[in-house]
């Protein structure tokens, strides 16, 4: 039985990295369903008065110490031992382990399409590591972990602070500093809100709470705290607002869109690319995803162009569409769209509709109204023959979208079908799973050797105002 200690109401385990990892190994031997609450100032202040987070907390076989403040509580109280168990650490010890041990894990959680990458990066990273699925169905798991924005940090999505500022306990202003307008409440009410309630505590001067369902009675002082809160809500709140974007693929507007994550450039760099962000194509790095639904910059104007182009009710028959190594965010629209017959398709991912080789389609001759590939052709090293496929399979006066990196200063395409490591690829095509880098120019002149006529779609299209709008 680990000791236990009180932090503002919320019992936390005085354990380290290893002692939670061997709990969790000890859980899956012996097939037992337990899961570990990852606590930190945010959700100590949100259980202080949300009953069901309490009995959240109250009810995990282990609730971990998931900030350093909460591990200077424990050691105020006594439990030298204690040290930060780290979501993102610990998702990735898991994982070590796993591989060894044979362990299937199971991702749930993040932005549409995260989980799908960050198993793709474990995989790689562990070999041998076996993923149960992305999903979310009833899990009979013997182990839960909610690792809050790991899965971010680890597909590179989010950039994590430096492990300097974290054992200061300073990881809240670093990511303060890189999402104001996300992070502003948690960290500027809520830390100021934990040290209050904190200091009340380790004083005497703050009554316990009689049981997990009962909030603490609540001080003067604590009152004349939240008073305070609420004017600042109230003057933040009437400060000017950012312009509004607008988001055609799950019809939300937002204030910003957020940036391509820095491990991109970063990894550009490393392998001596020779080329910039800022040299691409369709891409708007720093309005790169929608932060409500995950639809990146290139889906966003695919999204336009799609509204635009379905008949609608006009049309007898349905529209049929095949979506080539769909993007949840897109593919989950378009499921949305009446009078459209979907149909998603790949030769890899998990859950399409079709399994297919874009080389030989299965797809009888002028059988599809229209089709979305998009970043697919990069990947396949005989991309003529699949252009020549796409065409066979249109219908008279049907279209495709077809999308891939382009750099805009490469006069010539490159590629290489020979076997190259991954740094190679960096270096040459931009990424380690592509097999080529399309000049612009060698990309229009394939497409029309397969037999397309080519329409360039771009802001002339849709208006500099829709198009600056939507990213």
Not at 227 to 247: K, M
Not at 418 to 429: I, N, Q, V
């Amino acid at each position: 039985m680990n000791a236990r200690y009180d932090v503002v109401g919320t019992w936390i385990d005085a354990v380290d990295p290893a002692a939670t990892l061997d709990a969790i190994a000890g859980w899956i031997r012996d097939g037992e369903r337990r899961y570990v609450a990852f606590a930190n100032v945010h959700g100590i202040i949100e259980a202080s008065r949300d009953p069901g987070l309490r009995r959240a907390y109250a009810g995990a076989s282990l609730t971990v110490p998931d900030g350093m403040p909460l591990v200077w509580m424990g050691r105020l109280s006594g439990q030298g031992g204690v040290r930060r168990v780290y979501g993102p650490d610990t998702l990735l010890l898991v994982c070590e382990r796993a591989a060894r041990e044979g362990w299937s894990c199971f991702f749930y959680g993040g932005a549409p399409g995260v989980a799908e990458d960050l198993a793709s990066t474990l995989v790689r990273r562990y070999p041998g590591l076996s993923v149960a699925g992305v999903r979310s169905p009833h899990l009979k798991a013997p182990a839960l972990l909610g690792v809050g924005a790991a899965f971010d940090f680890h597909t590179g999505r989010v950039r994590q602070a430096p492990r300097w500022m974290m054992a200061l306990g300073l990881e809240w202003l670093f990511r303060l500093l890189a999402e104001p307008r996300r992070l502003w409440r948690r960290y500027l009410v809520y830390n100021p809100l934990f040290v209050w309630y904190a200091t009340l505590q380790l004083l005497g001067w703050r009554p316990a709470a009689p049981s997990p369902d009962t909030p603490s009675p609540m001080s003067l002082g604590e009152r004349a705290f939240l008073r305070l809160r609420g004017i600042a809500h109230a003057t933040f709140e009437r400060l000017p607002a950012q312009r509004r974007l607008r988001c055609p693929v799950c019809s939300h507007r937002v204030r910003a869109f957020d940036a391509l994550p820095r491990y991109f450039e970063r990894q550009l760099r490393a392998s001596v690319f020779p080329y910039t962000l800022e040299d691409s194509e369709t891409l708007n790095w720093r309005q790169y995803t929608c932060r409500r639904c995950g639809a990146s910059d290139r889906e966003r104007l695919m999204a336009l162009f799609l509204r635009e182009s379905f008949p609608g009710d006009r049309s007898p028959a349905p529209f049929r569409l095949v979506d080539f190594a769909p993007s949840p965010p897109l593919a989950a629209a378009l499921k949305r769209v009446d009078g459209l017959d979907y149909r998603s398709a790949d030769l890899f991912m998990r859950g399409v509709d079709d399994r297919v080789d874009l080389a030989a389609l299965p797809y009888a001759d002028r059988s599809l109204d229209g089709f979305v590939c998009s970043h697919v052709l990069e990947h396949i090293p005989d991309d003529r023959a699949a252009m020549r496929e796409l065409v066979r399979v249109l219908k008279p006066g049907g279209w495709g979208l077809l999308l891939v990196p382009i750099v805009l200063p490469v006069q010539h395409i490159d590629e290489d079908p020979r076997p190259l490591s991954p740094a190679e690829r960096w270096r040459r095509f931009g990424q380690d799973d592509h097999v080529r880098l399309y000049s612009r120019a060698g990309f229009l002149d394939r497409l029309r050797a397969a037999g397309f006529r080519v329409a360039e779609l771009g802001a002339a299209h849709f208006g500099e105002d829709t198009f600056r709008e939507c990213g």
